[in-house]
Nanobody, 116 residues
Framework: QVQLVESGGGLVQAGGSLRLSCAASGSSFSINGMGWYRQAPGKERELAARISRHGIPNYAHSVAGRFTISGDIAKSTVYLQMNSLKPEDTAVYYC??????????WGQGTLVTVSE
């Protein structure tokens, strides 16, 4: 089992920045990749960014160039630096981890609200 705890959400004005953090515990040695998903009101959960155990990032088109994912999966931590935030980035952001068997784990979510 892997437990994920996020922090860093909040309210920010458009154009501002926030940094999300996620720490994994439990069987974190089994993690093959980590990432951030987000779910806006009335919409499906979608990938924002993810990073492989080898440090290779992948971004959704909507956040590329504005968000940066970083961290050390071997140390069970991942961060999401969000710059130039837009109102459409408003969502609950969930930390995600995948183990080598493909099992997915989710954090409880942290709310990011971007005002006009």
């Amino acid at each position: 089992q892997v437990q994920l705890v996020e922090s860093g959400g909040g309210l920010v004005q458009a154009g501002g920045s926030l940094r999300l953090s996620c720490a994994a515990s439990g069987s974190s040695f089994s993690i093959n990749g980590m990432g951030w998903y987000r779910q806006a009101p009335g919409k499906e959960r979608e990938l924002a960014a993810r990073i492989s155990r080898h440090g290779i990032p992948n971004y959704a088109h909507s956040v590329a160039g504005r968000f940066t994912i970083s961290g050390d999966i071997a140390k069970s931590t991942v961060y999401l630096q969000m710059n130039s935030l837009k109102p459409e980035d408003t969502a609950v952001y969930y930390c995600n981890a995948a183990d080598y068997s493909g099992r997915l784990y989710w954090g409880q979510g942290t709310l990011v609200t971007v005002s006009e």
